[in-house]
């Protein structure tokens, strides 16, 4: 049995949780819309940025690398053209998962904008474990999409540039990261490209040596 003023208290107390709990999921959901993108849910550029200058900090730390990713899809938009706008989201959408497939949970995939994704490989050994992502990248984007009864196909140029040598600040390594994908594209699309030269070098010889090997 509930007293009249007892039943008013738990009805206000009730009413009072109701409207925090709506302000908390308000608040949520904006903090979601400003640091995330829309359509795929991956972290957006304000979000990459301080997630960067995380990584940054953690890894100045304690002596280790990273590296940052520059993916540009090839032919996105003459999909996006010839098929409509639906279908080029639903397959940014594909791209998305399955770059997520790729990383670490420390990493860090997000959405650039248009066609253009960026990850962030956190706390690794050697600049070298870059091109093993970077390949890895490669493969799964360039498997079929099934999409409205459409196979699709499509592939990506990797631009590539490693803490502390290509940059050590969030805006340098994005910047360097471009560069060296724009190098990939003019090298014939679908491939990575470091920033640096010499990296370069080094990873075409461990790829040229890996395919010697497996023959």
């Not at 107390?13 to 993108?37: C, F, S, V």
């Not at 560069?179 to 470091?194: D, H, I």
Request: charged fraction near 25%; aromatic fraction near 6%.
């Amino acid at each position: 049995f509930t007293l009249p003023y007892e039943q008013n208290l738990i009805d206000t107390i009730a009413h009072d949780l109701g409207r925090w709990y709506e302000h908390k999921e308000a608040e949520q959901r904006i903090i979601q819309m400003a640091t995330h993108d829309t359509l795929t849910g991956l972290p957006n550029r304000h979000l990459l940025q301080d997630r960067i200058e995380q990584a940054l900090v953690h890894d100045t730390r304690h002596h280790r690398q990273m590296a940052v990713l520059f993916i540009d899809l090839d032919h996105f938009k003459t999909i996006n053209d010839s098929l409509g706008h639906d279908i080029g989201d639903l397959l940014l959408k594909a791209v998305a998962e399955r770059l997520l497939t790729c990383v670490r949970n420390e990493d860090t995939v997000a959405r650039q904008g248009g066609d253009e994704f960026i990850v962030v490989l956190n706390s690794i050994a050697e600049s070298l474990d870059a091109s093993k992502v970077a390949q890895k990248i490669l493969d799964a984007l360039t498997q079929p999409y099934h999409s409205h009864k459409n196979e699709l196909h499509i592939g990506g140029s990797i631009g590539i540039a490693v803490f502390p040598n290509d940059g050590t600040s969030a805006e340098t390594l994005l910047k360097n990261s471009d560069v060296a994908m724009y190098y990939a594209k003019e090298n014939g699309r679908s491939n990575y490209q470091f920033f640096t030269d010499e990296l370069n070098k080094s990873a075409h010889e461990r790829h040229t040596l890996g395919l010697d090997l497996r023959h």
